[in-house]
């Protein structure tokens, strides 16, 4: 069982820059692919990104390419997201995910966080 929370989410203009934090708790963090997925109003939750479990191999979907970076600290049981370049578009609340690998962040089971509200305003 892992248990994830979301924080460092809130209002940020246009062009500004935010970073998400996501805190693990529960089984052995470093094995775990992490993940972050967003859903905006009246939309289905959407793929964002991913990291491995070593921080050596990152997923991204083309609409965050370039703009928004993930990574984790291992010591710290911490996944982050850090996102530059926001547009009103990338409204939603992001929801930090944990699974087993790469594949199954995506497609299969994983845990979730309850999410973290970012807005962005034009």
């Known amino acids: 069982q892992v248990q994830l929370v979301e924080s460092g989410g809130g209002l940020v203009q246009a062009g500004g820059s935010l970073r998400l934090s996501c805190i693990a708790s529960g089984r052995t963090f470093a094995s775990y692919v992490m993940g972050w997925f967003r859903q905006a109003p009246g939309k289905e939750r959407e793929f964002v990104a991913a990291?491995?479990?070593?921080?050596?191999?990152?997923l991204y979907v083309d609409s965050v390419k370039g703009r928004f970076t993930i990574s984790r600290d291992n010591a710290k049981n911490t996944a982050y997201l850090q996102m530059n370049s926001l547009k009103p578009e990338d409204t939603a609340v992001y929801y930090c995910?944990?699974?087993?690998?790469?594949?199954?962040?995506?497609?299969?089971?994983?845990?979730w966080g309850k999410g973290t509200l970012v807005t962005v305003s034009s």
């Open positions: 990291v491995s479990w070593s921080g050596s191999m990152s």
């Open positions: 995910a944990a699974a087993t690998t790469m594949q199954t962040i995506k497609n299969g089971n994983k845990y």
